[in-house]
C-alpha cells in the first residue's frame, strides 16, 4: 500500500485549482480522491469538480466532500487519473479488473490528458502475461459470449462473486476474464476482432490513451510520457 499511496501521491503535482478531473477506480485511484478530498479541505486546492468512473468512486468522492458533475454537463476534462492493471513500453495498458471498465474508458476519452499510476510491478514486457483480460458483456447468452472468448483465447470464464452469482457491473452487464497463454500478441488486432463481435460491449485494452505514467518504486516515482 505505501507505493500505491507514493503514486497517489505523485498524482498531487499535476492537479490546478479548476480544473474538472475525471476521478477512476480501484484502490490507488482510490486513494488518490482522498488525499485530493484532504487538498480541498485545507484550501490548498479550490473549485475541483470529479466526473467519477463508477458508483463506489463516486461514493468515495461524496465522502470527501468533492464536487461531482457528470459528463453531459463537462463534456471536456482537464486530466482524468487512475490506475492500470498492467503497462506495456509503448504504455498501452489493461485496466478493468476493479469491474468499471467500461465507464473508465468512456471518461478517459474525454480528458485532455490521462494520468496512470501504478507500481512498479505492475510494468510488463507485453500485455497480458501477468493476469486476464476482462471483458465486459451483455447478460443474454452470456455463456455463449464466454465460450467464444475461450475459443480466441485459450481460456476464458464468467467473473463471479464468491457466492457464485456473476460479477455485475455499474451499467448492468457481466464481466468475463480472458487469459492469454504468452500475453497479447497484438493488442491492436485484437481489441477489432473484440469491438466487431455481438455481445462484447468492450474490453479492458486501453490503447494509444496515456499520456503519463507515474511508476513507483522503493527508489522514488519516475515519470514515463507518451511520445506522440
Known amino acids: ?8 501521491t505523485h498524482a498531487l503535482a499535476y492537479i490546478r485549482s479548476g480544473m474538472v478531473l475525471g476521478l477512476g477506480s480501484g484502490t490507488t485511484a482510490g486513494l488518490f480522491v482522498d488525499l485530493l478530498g484532504e487538498r480541498l479541505r485545507s484550501g490548498a486546492l479550490r473549485d475541483i469538480v470529479g466526473v ?3 458508483e463506489a468512486t463516486a461514493a468515495r468522492a461524496r465522502r470527501q466532500g468533492i464536487p461531482l458533475s457528470t459528463l453531459d454537463e463537462h463534456r471536456r476534462l482537464d486530466l482524468a487519473v487512475d490506475g492500470a492493471d498492467e503497462v506495456d513500453p509503448d504504455l498501452n495498458l489493461i485496466k478493468g479488473l476493479g469491474r468499471s471498465l467500461l465507464r473508465e474508458k468512456i471518461v478517459v476519452v474525454h480528458a485532455d490528458r490521462f494520468l496512470v499510476l501504478i507500481h512498479e510491478a505492475k510494468l510488463v514486457d507485453r500485455l497480458g502475461t501477468c493476469g486476464p483480460l476482462p471483458v465486459e458483456i451483455v447478460p443474454f447468452a452470456a455463456l455463449a459470449h464466454v465460450a467464444w472468448l475461450d475459443a480466441i483465447s485459450g481460456h476464458a470464464e464468467l467473473w463471479k462473486e464468491v457466492d457464485g452469482s456473476p460479477v455485475i457491473t455499474d451499467n448492468g452487464n457481466y464481466l468475463a476474464r480472458c487469459w492469454l497463454a504468452g500475453g497479447i500478441a497484438d493488442p491492436y488486432a485484437l481489441a477489432r476482432t473484440l469491438a466487431d463481435r455481438p455481445g462484447i460491449v468492450d474490453h479492458g485494452l486501453f490503447l494509444d490513451l496515456a499520456t503519463t505514467v507515474a511508476v513507483s518504486g522503493p527508489a522514488g516515482v519516475r515519470v514515463l510520457n507518451r511520445s506522440f
Not at 500500500?1 to 497517489?8: F, N, S
Open 1 to 8: 500500500m505505501d507505493l500505491k499511496l507514493q503514486a497517489a
Open 52 to 54: 467519477p468512473t463508477s
